[in-house]
């Protein structure tokens, strides 16, 4: 079981629709989540941070986290061609030497105009 | 505020040689990180330090990789002798702590021949 799982898509939405993306981690002990938007040949981005069970709202994106399911989610509202990238799930655990970053593999969205 | 800046952006060197690359974080930023992301794949860890300590380097594949964090600030990441199996981008992150946000260079794009 890989420690950060993903869809791996594409996803594909019409433009206006809501795109949900979803991410589930192994480790219980994880204590901060992340999404990152990476556009082809671009560096990954951050979108939003997330450190508590519920959602949390910036602008048209959503996230979502369920630390009892092990699952953390995207929700982005009136999707946009221009949404069109990677998105990258990262998940924070402690460990012996300190904290330490797992990304997921990322989902493709694709948003049709 | 600057952001992280990385150099070479592009890299070609023939299988055997050696490489190196540099990172400055953004200012104040105690946490820096070197991912290496192979193309359709998440940024894999290849090492995290903490001011200019290293918190985890488990999967540096230590006999040919190299990196050091001297005074705290700048990075380097050296890579000899390299194989065509380290075709890859380099990212370069730095946050302000090792549960923050990091925040990505623009990467440096190695293809080894």
């Known amino acids: 079981q890989k420690e950060v799982e993903q869809n791996s898509g594409p996803l594909s939405v019409p433009e206006g629709a809501i795109a949900s993306l979803n991410c589930t981690y192994s480790d219980r002990g994880s204590q901060s989540f992340f999404w990152y938007r990476q556009y082809s040949g671009k560096s990954p981005e951050l979108i939003m941070s997330i450190y508590s069970n519920g959602d949390k709202e910036d602008g048209r994106f959503t996230a979502q986290l369920n630390k009892a399911s092990q699952y953390v989610s995207l929700l982005i509202r009136d999707s946009q061609p221009s949404d069109s990238a990677t998105y990258l799930c990262?998940?924070?655990?402690?460990?012996?030497?300190?904290?330490?970053?797992?990304f997921g593999a990322g989902t493709r969205l694709f948003v049709k105009a | 505020e600057a952001g992280v800046a990385q150099s070479p952006r592009y890299k070609i060197i023939e299988k055997r040689q050696s490489v190196a690359f540099w990172c400055n974080p953004i200012s104040g930023h105690a946490t820096l990180y070197w991912y290496q992301q192979i193309l359709g794949q998440g940024p894999k860890l290849l090492i995290q330090?903490?001011?200019?300590?290293?918190?985890?380097d488990s999967q540096l594949p230590k006999d040919r990789f190299s990196a050091e964090r001297l005074k705290g600030v700048d990075s380097t990441l050296k890579i000899q002798p390299a194989k065509l199996e380290d075709s890859a981008v380099y990212l370069c992150?730095?946050?302000?702590?090792?549960?923050?946000?990091?925040?990505f260079g623009p990467g440096t794009r190695l293809t080894v021949t």
């Open positions: 990262a998940v924070n655990k402690g460990g012996t030497g300190g904290f330490k970053t797992i």
């Open positions: 330090f903490q001011n200019n300590g290293v918190v985890d």
């Open positions: 992150a730095s946050s302000s702590g090792q549960q923050d946000e990091q925040y």
